[in-house]
């Protein structure tokens, strides 16, 4: 079964003309291909354009290993492109030409000719494709299956689906994979062979060992504030392992840059500022997450803060972990600061959300403890709890949104989007 990829696939169509590179980034095997391939070849051919005029080449496969020879590739182009009407060019694992950036720069004088490529492992991580499309390309971010996504494709009840999907994330081929042996087999070993291996062979790594020990710290610690020097205390403390500031902060930045985790960064809702340090990590796949543990810590709570934090992301929101500073009196009447914490800050445009993860609310301490930081932002974006039991979704009467994680991962009430 095809899952649809609307979300994507309306990008590339609204870019279509646009005088630049469309690039298709994100984490290996999110169905980058597939999106270019399958999908925005059948909206081509949906619109009447003509197969002729559609060029697409999977520069992985060994039957177009010819073209990998950059000259090649661009003869081969040139050919095809005849004196009328548009050509849409597809080039699939681009990387695997040298100076691919000097064919593609070529193509973009040709006015007729609307280039989209897709990229991955060492030779194409986010900040080369910033240095090498500076000012020419335009960058379309995907990410593995949201849970929208993943349940369209996936035969069984919802509940089950959820299950699985936090379980295993929402990597595509996942939803192929009938066995829980399999699945964890497929993770483990992707893990390590292709997205490890890619990093390792980019920057020329010695101890692989450290970059993995450092991921299995952040993974174990979702939704806890940390930075480098919190992390290199751990090691030495907990780990026995001296790892400097200097080499965690670069494998951070390289872990980063292979689309394998991302920062939200502290932001002080009443002061309007961002506080530089700590900070909290979040795995773009929590299947890849919980491979990496072996399964071992599979808590439902800390799961769906992750899931949460990338069903944000790829709706496009910028996302920040908040701080509301409060200042109280304490039973002597003297003043002192508190400082409450909400989960996210989600902003688009002129939309902001504040946003907390509540797996469970069971007592009146424990909505008093979710509902006091969103109370005290004195400004009236929307507020919303998110919960892991299923609820009817409601507004209490402080007007915050009270609503389960399916639910709103669904888009119940047109949220977010």
């Not at 494998?251 to 292979?258: H, K, N, S, T, V």
């Not at 800050?345 to 609310?361: C, F, H, M, P, T």
């Not at 969103?374 to 009236?380: F, G």
């Not at 919303?384 to 402080?398: A, F």
Request: hydrophobic share 35%; proline share 3%; with cysteine.
């Amino acid at each position: 079964m095809l899952v649809k990829r609307d979300r994507y696939l309306n990008q590339l169509i609204r870019r279509k003309h646009n005088r630049l590179i469309k690039i298709i980034t994100g984490i290996r095997r999110c169905g980058k291909s597939v999106l270019l391939f399958e999908l925005f070849v059948e909206h081509l051919l949906s619109q009447g354009v003509d197969n002729s005029k559609i060029i697409a080449i999977a520069l992985d496969d060994r039957r177009n290993q010819a073209l990998r020879e950059p000259d090649a590739l661009l003869a081969y182009i040139l050919n095809r492109v005849k004196s009328d009407g548009s050509y849409y060019v597809l080039l699939d694992e681009v990387q695997y030409v040298p100076e691919f950036e000097d064919v593609l720069n070529t193509l973009l004088h040709i006015g007729k000719v609307d280039v989209y490529v897709t990229g991955s492992n060492s030779r194409f991580l986010s900040s080369d494709i910033v240095t090498e499309f500076r000012g020419r390309g335009d960058q379309i971010r995907m990410h593995p299956f949201s849970f929208s996504e993943f349940l369209s494709g996936f035969r069984g009840p919802r509940e089950e689906a959820w299950r699985e999907y936090y379980t295993y994330g929402g990597l595509p081929q996942i939803l192929t994979l009938t066995s829980p042996e399999q699945k964890k087999s497929f993770l483990q070993s992707l893990f390590q062979s292709v997205y490890v291996a890619d990093i390792v062979e980019r920057y020329k790594i010695r101890h692989d060992s450290e970059m993995v020990e450092l991921l299995m710290v952040l993974a174990s610690g979702i939704g806890s504030l940390t930075n480098p020097h919190k992390l290199e205390k751990t090691f030495r403390s907990k780990k026995n392992i001296s790892l400097s500031y200097n080499t965690i902060s670069k494998y951070l930045e390289y872990l980063q840059d292979a689309f394998l985790l991302e920062k939200a960064i502290r932001y002080d809702v009443k002061g309007k500022r961002y506080i530089n340090s700590p900070y909290k990590y979040y795995f773009s796949d929590t299947g890849l997450r919980n491979a990496l543990l072996e399964f071992r810590q599979t808590e439902e709570n800390h799961l769906m803060e992750n899931i949460l934090f990338n069903e944000l992301r790829l709706r496009g929101f910028s996302v920040d972990t908040g701080l509301v500073p409060v200042h109280t009196k304490d039973s002597q009447g003297r003043s002192q600061l508190k400082q409450f914490e909400i989960d996210f800050v989600a902003n688009k445009g002129d939309l902001r959300y504040y946003i907390q993860s509540a797996y469970r609310i069971d007592t009146d301490r424990k909505r008093n403890q979710e509902v006091r930081s969103l109370t005290h932002t004195n400004d009236s974006f929307r507020k919303i709890i998110i919960v892991g039991d299923p609820i009817s979704p409601y507004h209490d009467e402080r007007g915050i949104l009270n609503i389960g994680i399916q639910d709103f991962l669904l888009g119940v009430h047109g949220l977010l989007d």
